[in-house]
């Protein structure tokens, strides 16, 4: 009789208790360390922290003017742009941010798939309208940090870092 009394005791004091309230979603309530990985994420501003200042001949980009890049941005998924700022940021300054909003539920993305945001010259006498500066791929879910607001993407030798806000969808 002990021993499934025994047996009892080890499984009510080791199990897990699901009432408890963890701070983030995403967390098991088991634990509240435990990530789980998000259904979907919403984009919903990218900040470019830093970009070329010159173009690849070493010339200021907009040539003719001798003026600063006129930035402007896309996100693809594989070879598709799923998204296009409307927003040009005339005569971009390096050193300075860069903030390009996302329209509310414009862009939900798969957290573990592979993106490219890439980084351009607004031009309006070049045939497409804009000249590549450059872009960085990532991933959007960066598991282990529990679901932070803001993620920045960076990586040495890129000429090309940004900040996300999102949010992430269970």
Not at 22 to 40: I, Y
Not at 50 to 69: A, H, L, Q, R, Y
Not at 94 to 108: D, I, L, W
């Amino acid at each position: 009789m002990k021993l499934p009394i025994f047996f009892f005791a080890i499984l009510l004091f080791s199990s897990c208790k699901k009432e408890k309230l963890c701070p983030s979603a995403g967390l098991s309530s088991c634990d509240c360390e435990t990530e789980t990985t998000p259904q979907k994420m919403e984009l919903k501003k990218f900040t470019i922290l830093k970009f070329p200042e010159k173009n690849k001949n070493g010339e200021s980009w907009d040539i003719i003017s001798n003026t600063d890049p006129d930035l402007t941005i896309k996100l693809f998924k594989d070879s598709t742009a799923i998204w296009e700022s409307e927003t040009v940021h005339f005569e971009a300054k390096t050193g300075k941010n860069y903030v390009f909003e996302v329209p509310a539920f414009a862009v939900s993305v798969e957290p573990t798939a592979r993106y490219r945001l890439m980084v351009y010259d607004f031009e309006i006498d070049l045939p497409g309208g804009q000249e590549w500066m450059g872009g960085i791929e990532f991933t959007p879910y960066q598991p282990g940090l529990k679901f932070p607001d803001t993620l920045d993407y960076d990586c040495s030798g890129c000429n090309v870092s940004f900040r996300l806000e999102t949010n992430y969808l269970f």
